[in-house]
T-cell receptor, first 114, second 115 residues
Framework: AQKVTQAQTEISVVEKEDVTLDCVYETRDTTYYLFWYKQPPSGELVFLIR??????QNEISGRYSWNFQKSTSSFNFTITASQVVDSAVYFC???????????FGSGTQLTVLP | KAGVTQTPRYLIKTRGQQVTLSCSPI?????VSWYQQTPGQGLQFLFE???????NKGNFPGRFSGRQFSNSRSEMNVSTLELGDSALYLC??????????????FGSGTRLTVV
């Protein structure tokens, strides 16, 4: 069975602070993919990043960075110098060949205060 | 290129009625998946269609069904609506069946309210 846990239900930060969103996953597959999506109030899930299980290289893209650690089954997401426009619900998701579907975490509501 | 288009954006239906939601994937994408999002259950997989065939199904009752047309557009139908069916229904398109390797692009969703 696949499972994704986002323990942080809500996070509130002041603009320009750094914030890290945690994601822990479970799967027995050796090949799998991890995703982060952002959901603004409009409802659409906006794709942020995809990582496969063989690529543990961490990535930085502008103010976003991701830390993938297979040893701890974690795929954390950091926003540097947060902005009010970053306020949204962030979802971590897992895709494995055995499940053949995206399994989502419960999401983290991020609020960035001006 | 155009993204994933879902229609309608909002729907209000009465208990017992049926409803049909539509999803047009990104041009060239052949896989369409449907997800239900509710405050209590979060995002849950409904089913996936590829080449007009249902390839995978989530744990939902038979009242939830779908189909895919030859142009890859997909429809989802819910019969005998219940109050608990009130949700945001999201459609995702992917280039191929193994969506994990290609990624999924989501539409803006259809917000269904059952009264």
């Amino acid at each position: 069975a696949q499972k994704v846990t986002q323990a942080q239900t809500e996070i509130s930060v002041v603009e320009k602070e750094d914030v890290t969103l945690d994601c822990v996953y479970e799967t027995r597959d050796t090949t799998y993919y991890l995703f982060w999506y952002k959901q603004p109030p409009s409802g659409e899930l906006v794709f942020l990043i995809r990582r496969n299980s063989f690529d543990e290289q961490n990535e930085i893209s502008g103010r976003y960075s991701w830390n993938f650690q297979k040893s701890t089954s974690s795929f954390n997401f950091t926003i540097t110098a947060s902005q009010v426009v970053d306020s949204a619900v962030y979802f971590c998701a897992l895709f494995s060949g055995s499940a053949r579907q995206l399994t989502f975490g419960s999401g983290t509501q991020l609020t960035v205060l001006p | 290129k155009a993204g994933v288009t879902q229609t309608p954006r909002y729907l209000i239906k009465t208990r017992g009625q049926q409803v049909t939601l539509s999803c047009s994937p990104i041009s060239g994408h052949r896989s369409v998946s449907w997800y239900q999002q509710t405050p209590g259950q979060g995002l849950q997989f409904l089913f996936e269609y590829f080449s007009e065939t249902q390839r995978n199904k989530g744990n939902f009752p038979g009242r939830f069904s779908g189909r895919q047309f030859s142009n890859s557009r997909s429809e989802m139908n819910v019969s005998t609506l219940e109050l608990g069916d009130s949700a945001l229904y999201l459609c995702a398109s992917s280039l191929a069946l193994t969506g994990g390797s290609y990624g999924y692009t989501f539409g803006s969703g259809t917000r269904l309210t059952v009264v």
